[in-house]
């Protein structure tokens, strides 16, 4: 008995569930970070090396150079579904951890296994999705991105009397939830578009027509281009994303002088607004109305939010923090990363897509990793003021850069997008030796 073709939403379901292990992981530490501080009793530079190492940062973005190459190389499903094998040892050490070194091998063992499989779900995403509503399915992908973190943040409040034990358990049904997906992902098929390319790839590879694919691909012409765009779109402005991500709490406790349960809750509201803005702004106009301009209206209300903090301290009301995690949620729910996804897995053609992508996440998490790393110092020796003008610099820059370079891609199919950008030769020669 065949087993039947699952449909395009349940390949992209399925897929999309590493956005909510991954983020769920980013912001499980960040709402115990404040008792593991305590706990282990962390200075500033263990903090930060936490941050810096951790699946938000450092060892996501080795995990992803990693995973885009192996996924390009022996396909999406192999890196997919073993990957979360990875994810789950992490995880275990963690639940476990007694002390420092236990805490900090988890983040990296977890974020190892994350930005593998954040590359090759993403990619599948979007070369499972129909061309017509491939922003809708590359949206389920953020939507989980921000339901993570709002399940994460309940259970935080709920379990919140319980102190460390109660951060233990939100990470411990993590575990449960990965384990669930790589047993639902044994049954999914290999990506067809991935399929016919490698068929494509071993022919010309056997005439000598090509050789085979490296990362130098990446940095000779429009290549070189597309990856320095994406860059500036998702790479600067997730040094303010990932701040919001882990060290918000943080920030809410020791600058706005809120309580660890309020804190919590003001993100569970953020993720919210995210869950609200993936569902009803990018999924349902990103396939019907001008990317350009969408991105220009949700990056700009991502300026304004972290602007906000510039004021002082003491000016600062609930009303203008209700607004920042109101702005931030639109942003992260229908903004860069969203534009990111979608565009990173549209401008590359199929042969080294998930290279590409694994390449670019790279950079995105290891400057991450560098600003997490630095983050904490800044605060304590400059200022969180001088750490806002920063974020709010990172904010503008991706904003205009994404404004002025957004690619005409809507409704058009991968091939298509690939043929105009590489020229007529059906993905020709450019497309598969990037020269």
């Not at 060892?59 to 992803?64: C, M, R």
């Not at 700009?300 to 203008?320: D, F, H, K, Q």
């Amino acid at each position: 008995m065949t087993m039947q073709e699952p449909s395009a939403w349940k390949k992209t379901i399925i897929a999309a569930m590493t956005s909510y292990i991954d983020a769920g992981s980013i912001v499980a530490g960040a709402a115990g970070l404040s008792l593991w501080q305590k706990y282990l009793g962390m200075d500033g530079a263990q903090l930060g090396l936490l941050g810096a190492l951790s699946s938000n940062a450092g060892s996501a973005a080795v995990g992803a150079l990693i995973g885009g190459r192996i996924c390009d190389k022996y396909g999406r499903k192999f890196v997919y579904t073993y990957d979360l094998l990875v994810y789950i040892i992490g995880m275990l050490f963690i639940v476990f951890g007694v002390n420092y070194a236990m805490l900090l091998g988890g983040y990296i063992i977890v974020g190892l296994g994350v930005g593998a499989d954040v590359v090759a779900s993403w990619t599948m995403i979007a070369e499972e999705a129909p061309a017509e509503n491939r922003a809708k399915h590359c949206g389920s992908a953020q939507f989980a991105w921000a339901l993570g973190p709002a399940i994460v943040l309940i259970l935080s409040v709920l379990v919140n009397n319980l102190g460390l034990l109660g951060n233990r358990l939100v990470f411990g049904h993590l575990i449960l939830v990965a384990a669930w997906v790589w047993y639902q992902r044994l049954k999914m098929p290999e990506s067809k578009d991935w399929q016919e390319a490698k068929k494509k790839e071993n022919e010309l590879l056997a005439a000598g027509r090509v050789t085979k694919t490296s990362y130098s691909v990446l940095f000779s012409g429009i290549n070189f281009k597309t990856v320095l765009f994406l860059c500036g779109v998702y790479s600067v402005w997730n040094l303010c994303a990932s701040t919001w991500g882990f060290f918000m709490p943080y920030i809410f406790e020791h600058v706005g002088n809120l309580s660890n349960a309020m804190s919590n809750t003001l993100q569970v509201g953020s993720f919210v607004m995210s869950i609200l803005a993936t569902f009803f702004i990018f999924m349902r106009w990103g396939d019907r109305v001008n990317r350009r301009l969408m991105y220009f209206v949700i990056g700009g209300i991502y300026v304004l939010a972290w602007a906000m903090w510039l004021l002082p301290p003491a000016s600062m009301t609930m009303g203008m923090v209700f607004a920042f995690t109101a702005f931030a949620g639109i942003n992260n729910g229908s903004g860069q990363q969203a534009f990111y996804q979608l565009w990173c897995s549209e401008l590359f053609p199929s042969r080294y897509r998930a290279t590409a992508q694994g390449f670019t996440f790279f950079v995105t998490r290891f400057a991450a990793a560098i600003w997490a790393f630095a983050f904490p110092i800044i605060m304590e020796s400059l200022g969180f003021q001088y750490a806002v003008m920063l974020m709010v610099g990172f904010a503008a820059a991706s904003w205009i850069i994404g404004t002025i370079g957004a690619p005409d891609t809507s409704g058009k199919t991968l091939e298509q997008i690939e043929e105009e950008r590489y020229g007529t030769k059906a993905a020709g020669d450019y497309a598969l030796t990037g020269k």
